[in-house]
């Protein structure tokens, strides 16, 4: 008997109660212009009818696979990690149950790995998109990231601790199964900050290729965990909120545990702890100069031609050193 040989792409989708938007997250990978790909669809404790649009694609494509829960919540990353245990391909991507990737996703993030054979993760930047309100509509660009590759932790340090340029989305991810693999997924105790924990694991140890393409659709919309976590106060995308406070404490640990804790690393901490009063650390005098660096930035790019601007900060980044 023979065996199936393994698809060059896993496509990890958790749900939950997303029946009106499901279709199209699936209908966006069957479109995919590169067809050796697997799909599984891993179920969050749904009540709606989303269980049975999934049954439905599974039985009419071989190609997708439907994980049932035991009928209790577990959260995201739980569903996550599920899939991950289930699937079989060299390269992973998530995609959640109410986002969509564009057709030429896994065509162009494949293109990208295979010239630069040492990236062991991508992103790129998506559009925030509200299908009902397209004004609204924009993309998180990472011009000063991308189209180049980033050795670890620069970009833990830069994106993920001190907020200079937008975190991905986890839809705007593919990763290498061996770095998946050995970084052990998403960490299951987090509600919030869940696709933040796998992105500091792998930024924390592995080469990252940013491309500038958008390669998926991150739908806005009222139901959502951000948005949701948003109306309540306990998250804010733009200001310092609750929940950020122990994602921080917990990329500390972590890096700390793993041995890789760097000094640039635990100076981006310390900044981002200086927004929370009652876990601010002991800032160095150096801290303090770089600190009033960055303050400075934020006023002069309102002030300030660039050009000038530039000048400027390169003495007092060499004045520093």
Not at 11 to 29: G, H
Request: charged share 25%; hydrophobic share 45%; glycine share 6%.
């Amino acid at each position: 008997m023979g065996t199936t040989p393994m698809p060059l792409i896993s496509v990890i989708t958790p749900f939950l109660n997303v029946e009106r938007f499901l279709p199209d997250a699936i209908e966006s990978v069957r479109v995919q212009t590169f067809t050796d790909w697997e799909m599984l669809l891993i179920d969050d404790g749904s009540s709606d009818g989303s269980v049975a649009i999934a049954v439905a694609a599974a039985t009419g494509d071989p190609r997708i696979r439907f994980i049932r829960s035991n009928g209790q919540r577990r959260g995201a990353a739980a569903a996550r990690n599920a899939g991950i245990a289930a699937a079989s391909g060299m390269f992973f991507t998530f995609l959640d149950g109410d986002d969509i990737f564009e057709p030429e996703k896994f065509e162009t993030e494949l293109a990208i790995f295979d010239a630069h054979p040492r990236a062991k993760v991508l992103y790129g930047p998506t559009l925030w998109w509200f299908p009902d309100e397209p004004h609204r509509n924009w993309t998180d660009s990472m011009p000063r990231q991308s189209g180049r590759l980033h050795m670890p932790p620069d970009l833990l340090d830069q994106v993920i601790v001190r907020q200079r340029a937008h975190v991905p989305c986890i839809c705007s991810i593919m990763v290498h199964r061996e770095a998946l693999v050995a970084v052990g997924g998403f960490d299951e105790a987090f509600e919030l900050y869940e696709d933040q924990t796998l992105l500091v694991k792998l930024l924390l140890r592995y080469p990252v290729f940013v491309t500038s393409t958008p390669t998926g659709r991150y739908r806005q919309h009222l139901d959502s965990t951000s948005a949701k976590a948003t109306a309540s106060g306990i998250y804010d995308r733009l200001r310092p909120h609750a929940a950020r406070i122990g994602f921080l404490e917990w990329v500390e640990m972590h890096a700390s545990a793993s041995g890789l804790m760097t000094p640039e690393l635990q100076r981006a901490l310390r900044f981002a702890f200086a927004r929370y009063p009652a876990q601010r650390r002991p800032l160095t005098l150096r801290d303090r100069f770089d600190l009033a660096i960055e303050a400075g930035r934020w006023f002069a790019r309102r002030l300030t031609p660039r050009r000038t601007l530039s000048k400027v900060f390169k003495l007092l980044t060499r004045a520093r050193k």
